[in-house]
């Protein structure tokens, strides 16, 4: 059996991922946490799993549990995810997200583990402002980073390649782009819509959902989807190589919300609201992935009405 380390394992896509491998009889999960709220994202699976309460930023805690553990796959998913809150504590989110990730190639790089491949999760964040003629974005495509969570993850993309040429560390590169589904925050633009719909439906609100930019397109995958073509991209990548992850097709915002208010049980309005605007929001990004399906042969399984649904059943559930 495969020996795999999942950082952030109860996170939105460790969760997911963790899952997806337990079904496998080809892997032994090992993964860490951070608090033991976010547990119940793996509740069902928990007694599968060998969890490590630390926070990554703890070098010489992952360093041990680096030793202990001697993974083959290593999948760095461990972050601060979210753009909108990169705005309000800019140093955090990027000392955090470059500094776990240092500790974790150092602890590999330290432990001889030359055999052990890492997954870098970066994300379709880093290429910002794209303009029109630069659609669909490709890996070649240039940064224009407009919020520091992309900095960071620009940093994060880089030090990956930065280990592979320095150390020869067997590290893959991926670049995902919006992936949603069960579980996610709030904070996030889907989740946020479902959760409120979840409320009103409930009678907990108004029956009001006040909202920011609706033009906006983002390239939307299931997040099943999404950490299948992570293990697929563990597999079959080539060290030092990047890859981009996302379905080909954007969707301007206000089709994800007319979609799910139509799985709405009540009646629910619109309206606008100006502080919702994010600063320098990218008008559109849309993933050309003809790089990783033709390594891989990916493709979504699950629509997107689908996932819609299932994430307002998720919210549904526990508002």
């Known amino acids: 059996m495969k020996r795999v380390f999942i950082t952030g394992i109860s ?15 080809e892997y032994q999960v090992s993964g860490t946490y ?36 001697k993974p083959d796959l290593i999948f760095h998913l461990a972050a601060f995810p979210s753009p909108i809150d990169s705005f309000i504590n800019p140093v955090k989110t990027l000392t955090n997200n ?10 590999i790089k330290n432990a001889n583990l030359g055999n052990t491949k890492i997954l870098v999760v970066s994300s379709a964040d880093i290429y910002g402002m794209v303009s029109k003629e630069d659609l669909p974005i490709s890996e070649e495509t240039p940064f224009k980073p407009v919020n520091p969570y992309a900095v960071s993850k620009i940093t994060q993309d880089f030090l990956g390649l930065q280990y592979f040429l320095s ?19 709030s904070n996030f633009v889907v989740s946020s819509f479902a959760k409120k719909i979840a409320e009103i439906e409930k009678g907990d609100m108004e029956l009001v959902i006040k909202v920011g930019n609706l033009n906006a397109k983002r390239d939307f995958t299931d997040v099943r989807d999404m950490v299948y073509a992570y293990t697929l991209a563990i597999e079959k990548g080539t060290s030092g190589a990047v890859y981009n992850i996302g379905s ?42 003809s790089k990783f399906v033709k390594l891989t042969g990916w493709k979504q399984k699950i629509s997107l009405d689908e996932t819609l649904k299932d994430t307002l059943d998720y919210w549904r559930k526990i508002v």
């Open 11 to 25: 996170g939105f896509a460790g969760s997911h991922l963790s899952e997806y491998l337990v079904k496998s009889d």
């Open 34 to 69: 951070l608090t033991d709220e976010s547990l119940v994202n793996i509740s069902n699976i928990k007694d599968k799993l060998n969890l490590i309460k630390i926070d990554l930023n703890d070098a010489k805690k992952v360093k041990d549990a680096v030793r202990k553990i």
């Open 98 to 107: 470059i500094n776990i990730q240092v500790n974790v190639l150092e602890a």
């Open 167 to 185: 150390y020869n560390i067997n590290i893959i590169r991926v670049r995902p782009f919006n992936h949603i589904g069960p579980r996610q925050s």
């Open 248 to 289: 080909g097709v954007s969707y301007k915002i206000q089709e994800i919300l007319d979609k799910l208010l139509s799985f709405s049980k009540v009646k629910i309005k619109v309206e606008l609201d100006q502080t919702l605007f994010r600063p320098g929001d990218e008008p559109e990004l849309v993933c050309n992935n």
